[in-house]
């Protein structure tokens, strides 16, 4: 738990995100895909789930889902854009939006624990084997985490393989065309896999 009270309504939520720690922001915008889930919602992002469930309020959950955290270079970026989008909300209804006891929105922040697995490849024809055996949370941490600490905003595959010559171009590419935004992580394993493969449609580059 962050420590934060909880926001029953719009305006106490638009409050919490414009004081909430860096790590609360990370938390309800980038980790969504680690929590376990019986239900494939809408969107991906905490806040805008809630403001579908719990609100009611689709225009707003639809412009909140639209946010990619990924596309931002800070997480001060990120929180301005979020207030922005319920600020221009906020001046557009006649009421704020409530949510029902027991439903109100519960700030929680990451704690990050990393660890090494003792695995290693030596050559991109191994990294095939490797991704069909990393769990969720290893293809969170090399494709998705690695966006917010790589230099360019890259996955860590395609950043190493880089280094292995002009062949792999098209395998890097090929990643950065998967839209990763709406697929769970065992989808999105499949995907760089059949990436690695050569199965997916019209992805390689013509030489």
């Known amino acids: 738990m962050s420590g934060l009270p909880a926001a029953v309504n719009l305006r106490e939520l638009r409050d919490r995100i414009a004081s909430c720690s860096h790590d609360v922001l990370y938390h309800h915008f980038c980790e969504t895909t680690l929590v376990p889930s019986f239900d494939y919602p809408d969107y991906r992002d905490d806040f805008a789930v809630w403001a579908k469930k719990?609100?009611?309020?689709?225009?707003?959950?639809?412009?909140?889902?639209?946010?990619?955290?990924?596309?931002?270079?800070?997480?001060?970026?990120?929180?301005?854009?979020?207030?922005?989008?319920?600020?221009?909300?906020?001046?557009?209804?006649?009421?704020?939006?409530?949510?029902?006891?027991?439903?109100?929105?519960?700030?929680?922040?990451?704690?990050?624990?990393?660890?090494?697995?003792?695995?290693?490849?030596?050559?991109?024809?191994?990294?095939?084997?490797?991704?069909?055996?990393?769990?969720?949370?290893?293809?969170?941490?090399?494709?998705?985490?690695?966006?917010?600490?790589?230099?360019?905003?890259?996955?860590?595959?395609?950043?190493?393989?880089?280094?292995?010559?002009?062949?792999?171009?098209?395998?890097i590419m090929a990643m950065k065309r998967i839209d990763f935004a709406f697929n769970t992580l065992a989808e999105l394993r499949d995907e760089i896999v059949g990436v690695l493969e050569g199965k997916e449609k019209n992805l390689w580059i013509a030489h």
């Open 54 to 171: 719990q609100l009611g309020d689709d225009v707003l959950a639809e412009r909140l889902g639209m946010i990619d955290p990924y596309s931002y270079y800070s997480l001060e970026e990120l929180r301005a854009a979020a207030l922005e989008v319920i600020d221009e909300h906020l001046s557009e209804l006649p009421m704020i939006p409530w949510a029902r006891r027991g439903h109100e929105f519960h700030f929680m922040e990451a704690t990050t624990v990393i660890f090494d697995t003792g695995k290693r490849i030596t050559h991109p024809d191994q990294l095939i084997s490797a991704v069909k055996s990393m769990t969720q949370g290893s293809i969170y941490f090399h494709f998705l985490e690695a966006r917010r600490r790589t230099l360019h905003r890259n996955d860590d595959f395609s950043v190493w393989l880089q280094d292995w010559g002009d062949e792999w171009l098209r395998y």
